[in-house]
């Protein structure tokens, strides 16, 4: 079959699903698709955690030392190996596009040290940390986009403030409160406020580092900011028309705002992998939780900031895989408080800012500004904020 294709001077092409056959004597016109070249520059990310309590384990897990593990995407995974990404060389003469961080290896302390539960009751344990609080940092390298993160960010403290806004309007309403007008006007003036911040924000950030070059991140930056501006516009005008006899029409216009922006906050790329927290006993991942990376992104800008950055947390570990599925996947495995911070390695300085004071302020606290040096493993408090709930140690802050 190939000779006789080859004597008839013809050649035959494949391709996905179809064949197309030409003549030798003419040309071939190959369209190939366009391959959009990723612009993001490679930076160093820090992610830091410090436990501050581990209560409510499970008496399942009571019997054998645990310890616990954080990981950002497969950096920090201690059980199954690091696979590091191949690095390709980019074909390109611009010199800007070829900035890479690189680092001889992976750079971590991803886990506490094992401990054994204690327990006052029977049914629930918790470990005896006490004064000596056990800390985990992952270093790794990935390309910087953070502006996606920061727009949403950014949107969602917008979404937040009007959330809570127009849900103490309505609390005054229910109450016939006289300064109900004035209080959904304030909300409104906040919201058009809110909205000229992003378009200040987003426009003097154009050309900065961890601005997505994409075509999708170009035309969502335009779409939202082409939406917030009229949202913001719309808001002011609004506000002048509150009156007492206009009042719920106005402030039913004011749920359509809320609406609009929610559906603005997440971006379809993502900028970083979601960061896990794993409970380990055994040698088994046994519970864990899951936190997005804009939720714990660092940036100098307080706005852009994720909501649980630089501050202590409660999370609930959950079952892994089918057994966290149905109603016996909803027991609490553990509980924890923890305070986390991310961001990049030259904004390192600020990863303790948010922590609970009364700490011991360690060699390793006092070099935190220097990109190289180490985070402390333990941080000691000397001041007494401990006290009996529900017979389970736990820190207040």
């Known amino acids: 079959y190939t000779s006789t294709l080859m004597n008839s001077k013809f050649i035959l092409r494949g391709t996905v699903g179809c064949s197309s056959i030409c003549s030798s004597s003419s ?29 409510m384990i499970d008496k399942k897990l009571g019997d ?35 900035e890479t961080v690189t680092t001889s290896a992976p750079s971590w302390q991803s886990t506490t040290s094992p401990a054994k539960p204690m327990t006052n009751d029977h049914i629930y344990h918790f470990l005896p940390y006490w004064d000596d609080k056990p800390c985990m940092h992952v270093r790794s390298v990935w390309p910087d986009y953070r502006r996606r993160m920061y727009n949403s960010n950014i949107i969602a403290r917008i979404v937040d403030k009007l959330e809570e806004g127009l849900s103490e309007v309505h609390s005054l309403s229910e109450i016939e409160d006289p300064n109900v ?20 924000i987003t426009k003097g950030n154009g050309s900065s580092a961890g601005m997505g070059k994409t075509k999708l991140d170009k035309e969502r930056i335009k779409l939202c900011q082409r939406e917030i501006e009229h949202i913001g516009n719309m808001a002011r005008n609004l506000k002048a028309l509150v009156t007492k006899n206009s009042f719920k029409e106005r402030y039913k216009t004011a749920q359509t705002y809320l609406q609009k922006l929610r559906f603005l906050i997440e971006d379809a790329q993502q900028a970083l992998p979601d960061v896990f927290v794993w409970a380990i006993s055994s040698g088994k991942r046994t519970a864990y939780q899951r936190i997005p990376a804009r939720d714990l992104i660092y940036s100098i800008v307080d706005e852009e900031c994720g909501r649980d950055c630089s501050r202590v947390q409660t999370l609930f570990l959950k079952l892994p895989g089918k057994r966290g599925v149905g109603p016996s996947g909803w027991t609490i495995q553990a509980k924890l408080q923890i305070y986390m911070w991310l961001g990049l390695v030259k904004h390192k300085k600020n990863f303790v800012n948010g922590l609970p004071k009364g700490y011991e302020v360690s060699h390793e606290i006092k070099n935190a500004e220097r990109p190289r040096s180490m985070p402390p493993s333990i941080i000691h408090y000397i001041e007494k904020h401990l006290c009996d709930l529900l017979r389970h140690s736990v820190f207040v802050y």
């Open 181 to 200: 007008e004035r209080s959904l006007r304030n909300v409104l003036e906040e919201l058009s406020m809110g909205c000229l911040r992003f378009i200040s």
């Open 64 to 98: 054998k030392p645990l310890f616990f593990e954080i990981s950002i995407g497969n950096a920090g995974n201690s059980l199954d190996g690091h696979n590091e990404t191949s690095k390709d060389i980019s074909e390109s003469d611009s010199d800007e596009n070829l």
């Open 27 to 55: 040309i071939c016109q190959v369209n190939y698709l366009a391959i959009q070249t990723s612009y993001g520059k490679n930076e160093e990310f820090f992610l830091f955690a410090a436990i501050i309590d581990a209560t």
